[in-house]
């Protein structure tokens, strides 16, 4: 079984930030939490792995929740 990589792992954060950003240009609310939406289904469907899916909706749950 997989577990959730929770360190940093991405090699430049910043620039994939930015590309992110340049996603939702233009995009009205609606359309940015569609195109969201839509970037988190790709991206469960390429990890594939339930468990680490379960892990990664709980961790961002907690870290959604206030104080």
């Given amino acids: 079984m997989s577990k959730l990589a ?3 792992n991405i090699a430049d ?3 994939f930030y930015a590309r992110l950003l340049e996603a939702h240009r233009g995009l009205s609310e609606d ?3 569609a195109l969201n939406a839509r970037l988190v289904l790709i991206l469960a ?3 594939g792995d339930e468990a680490v899916l379960d892990e990664a909706l709980a961790l961002a749950r907690r870290l959604a ?3």
Avoid: R, W
Wanted: glycine share 14%.
């Fill in 31 to 33: 359309e940015s939490h």
């Fill in 13 to 15: 954060p910043d620039g």
């Fill in 45 to 47: 469907n390429h990890i």
């Fill in 65 to 67: 929740e206030p104080g």
């Fill in 6 to 8: 929770a360190d940093p």
